[in-house]
């Protein structure tokens, strides 16, 4: 089975552009959720969305949005880009909604986004 | 808020030698505890779980990891070390539902480098 999967691997941008990133879960998974990895830190939890719902939002701007699609794929939209939002964009999906606690999630490959 | 520490940026072994990745973390109630590794240019893979129960974890690739409530601890253990072992190690924390944040956090990782 094909896990998760982002695209694009690699992006580069300029301060004030936008950008969108692109994941698909899992199959059979209903629940996505961000992450923002800077180099030489953890990853830090940006949303979590469930049956297409926002059920989570970490400590990130407005510039920063996400959607979920019917078919449980997501996209993460940062506005007005920053330098310092260059950092590897990770998705990761769950069969159910993360905030049961147990859950694992499964992480994708990840975006690294660079901004100029 | 929960948080996590790992207090070894690096950590050196060599190969055959028994390897721990040590970690700690604060919860207001009962944790949810895991352990994730990621190689380079890639996302993050995940290893093992403490839910509840047996405080002895059994995962993928040989790894284990020992949960002690009194110390707060949930290290990462192997018994022989391989070469290709060697990668960054990023411990988890999700508090049970109800007692806080359903978000995971991360500690900022250790990078385990395994000496032929």
């Known amino acids: 089975d094909a896990g998760v999967t982002q695209s694009p691997t690699h992006l580069i941008k300029t301060r004030g552009q936008h950008v969108t990133l692109r994941c698909s879960p899992i199959s059979g998974h209903k629940s996505v959720s961000w992450y923002q990895q800077v180099l030489g830190q953890g990853p830090q939890f940006i949303f979590q969305?469930?049956?297409?719902?926002?059920?989570g939002r970490g400590n990130f701007p407005d510039r920063f949005s996400a959607r979920q699609f019917p078919n449980y794929s997501s996209e993460l939209n940062v506005n007005a880009l920053l330098l310092g939002d260059s950092a590897l964009y990770l998705c990761?999906?769950?069969?159910?909604?993360?905030?049961?606690?147990?859950?694992?999630?499964?992480f994708g490959p990840g975006t690294r986004l660079l901004v100029l | 808020a929960q948080s996590v520490a790992q207090p070894e940026d690096q950590v050196n072994v060599a190969e055959g030698n028994p390897l721990t990745v040590k970690c700690t973390y604060s919860?207001?109630?009962?944790?949810?505890l895991f352990w994730y590794v990621q190689y380079p240019n890639r996302g993050l893979q995940f290893l093992l779980k403490?839910?509840?129960?047996?405080?002895l974890v059994k995962g993928s690739y040989g790894f284990e990891a020992e949960f002690n409530k009194s110390q707060t601890s949930f290290h990462l253990k192997k018994p022989s070390a391989l070469v290709s072992d060697s990668a960054l190690y990023f411990c988890a924390v999700r508090d049970r539902p109800g007692a806080g944040s359903y978000q995971l956090t991360f500690g900022k990782g250790t990078k385990l480098s395994v000496i032929p």
């Open positions: 969305y469930y049956e297409k719902e926002e059920r």
């Open positions: 403490y839910i509840t129960g047996d405080n």
């Open positions: 919860v207001s109630g009962n944790p949810y």
């Open positions: 990761a999906s769950s069969f159910r909604y993360a905030g049961q606690g147990q859950e694992t999630q499964y």
